[in-house]
């Protein structure tokens, strides 16, 4: 059956976004991989007079709604493979976990379905005020399936939710194709969304986007912590940058500094403020399935963690048993210098400054040490900068942090 969209809602983004639109082509993205719903215009509707108050009066624009599904159906369907399922206007989708064709076949003998949910957080507010929002939706896609990977699930499928003011069809889309970016980077299918057009929730200029991943693991390949064991040696994977997590401060340092975010700083390397700061997270998905499906056989990869609010101190704690410390040496890695950026501007203590960032390690594994150089070439033919930063050893649970 061929892919559909479902019930967007409606959404919009207010004139103040639509003003500076300088948006990143998403085919400059590289690549790694539905159910939107709206009222479809009928002809008593779309020809009917208007006769006392409209939902629009009330600042909700279905008209725009329904033009906005029509603008998105290209990238979604770009998402979609044969496993996904259903009807143009469904009220659900639907996707099949075996699959038995010529071409593609997957079949599971115990499964388990892996699911988390997140959001991008404040990094909003910097794209909005940029006008550029075509890659927050990659962002949105990145914080999900990266905390779903940790499990050693492979991603299915995705949906998203976005809030806004108001609607405006062309603008709104930019974000939803996005998302679907970052599931095509992810190896996952966009399934379904909400768009929800609150002008008495959110304020003008303003809007929110989640979303939700599901994937799934054979059971005796899911990845347990507890597993982990003293000698394993962790390796760490490149951030792209701040990612999503730390915005918070991120902003409260540029309103302190009165810092431009389309200037360029030498300190930079020549690149303006904003466009580093909006540089979409990195998605992991593809390199670490990858990885997980080369060694069927062994258990090679005892742990993983997705390096997102927290830094380093903060996650890797949950990749770790009661009875283990990890130590980390930062002098394995260079610094971004957008983080010795904001630490200089915003005079921040080196200890914060890693409590709060991901410093420039995105996603660490925990890998038994006789293997530790097979994983590194495994994960460079995927593109992945990969290193050793540290390791595990006998404890209770803590992170040493050598080289601050």
């Known amino acids: 059956m061929g892919p559909q969209i479902a019930d967007a809602g409606v959404i919009q983004i207010a004139p103040k976004l639509c003003r500076v639109a300088k948006a990143r082509p998403l085919d400059t993205i590289p690549p790694q991989g539905g159910l939107y719903t709206a009222r479809m215009p009928t002809e008593a509707t779309s020809n009917r007079k208007k006769k006392g108050m409209t939902y629009a009066d009330a600042g909700v624009d279905i008209d725009a709604g329904d033009r906005l599904v029509d603008l998105i159906k290209p990238a979604v369907r770009r998402t979609h493979g044969q496993r996904v399922m259903g009807q143009h206007g469904a009220f659900a989708a639907m996707f099949r976990l075996d699959f038995n064709e010529a071409i593609f076949q997957r079949n599971y003998k115990d499964p388990v379905l892996v699911a988390c949910t997140d959001g991008v957080g404040t990094k909003v507010k910097l794209a909005a005020e940029l006008g550029v929002i075509n890659t927050v939706g990659i962002?949105?896609?990145?914080?999900?399936?990266?905390?779903?990977?940790?499990?050693?699930?492979?991603?299915?499928?995705?949906?998203?939710?976005?809030?806004?003011?108001?609607?405006?069809?062309?603008?709104?889309?930019?974000?939803?194709?996005?998302v679907a970016r970052g599931c095509e980077i992810a190896?996952?299918?966009?399934?379904?969304?909400?768009?929800?057009?609150?002008?008495?929730?959110?304020?003008?200029?303003?809007?929110?986007?989640?979303?939700?991943?599901?994937?799934?693991?054979?059971?005796?390949?899911?990845?347990d912590p507890l597993h982990a064991q003293a000698g394993d040696v962790l390796i760490g994977l490149p951030s792209s940058g701040v990612h999503s997590n730390g915005f918070s401060l991120v902003r409260k340092?540029?309103?302190?500094?009165?810092?431009?975010?389309?200037?360029?700083?030498?300190?930079?390397?020549?690149?303006?403020?904003?466009?580093?700061?909006?540089?979409?997270?990195?998605?992991?998905?593809?390199?670490?399935?990858?990885?997980?499906?080369?060694?069927?056989?062994?258990?090679?990869?005892?742990?993983?963690?997705?390096?997102?609010?927290?830094?380093?101190?903060?996650?890797?704690?949950?990749?770790?048993?009661?009875?283990?410390?990890?130590?980390?040496?930062?002098?394995?890695?260079?610094?971004?210098?957008?983080?010795?950026?904001?630490?200089k501007m915003g005079g921040v203590e080196t200890e914060e400054m890693y409590r709060v960032f991901n410093m420039g390690i995105g996603y660490v594994l925990a890998i038994r040490p006789s293997f530790a150089d097979s994983v590194i070439r495994q994960l460079k033919k995927s593109g992945e900068s990969a290193r050793v930063i540290g390791h595990l050893t006998k404890g209770s649970g803590k992170i040493k942090m050598k080289g601050l």
């Open 139 to 178: 962002d949105c896609v990145a914080m999900n399936v990266n905390d779903l990977i940790v499990q050693g699930a492979e991603p299915l499928f995705f949906l998203d939710y976005l809030g806004l003011h108001t609607q405006e069809p062309e603008t709104t889309a930019q974000i939803v194709e996005g």
């Open 187 to 223: 190896g996952c299918a966009l399934i379904g969304g909400e768009c929800a057009e609150m002008p008495d929730i959110y304020a003008e200029g303003d809007f929110d986007i989640a979303g939700f991943s599901v994937g799934v693991v054979e059971l005796h390949r899911a990845i």
């Open 253 to 343: 340092i540029i309103s302190k500094r009165r810092l431009k975010l389309d200037r360029e700083h030498a300190e930079l390397d020549g690149e303006s403020l904003g466009s580093l700061l909006l540089e979409p997270t990195r998605i992991y998905a593809q390199p670490i399935v990858k990885l997980l499906r080369h060694y069927r056989v062994k258990k090679v990869v005892s742990a993983m963690a997705h390096i997102t609010g927290g830094g380093l101190p903060g996650n890797l704690p949950r990749m770790l048993p009661p009875k283990l410390d990890a130590v980390v040496d930062t002098r394995t890695w260079d610094i971004p210098p957008i983080f010795d950026f904001l630490q």
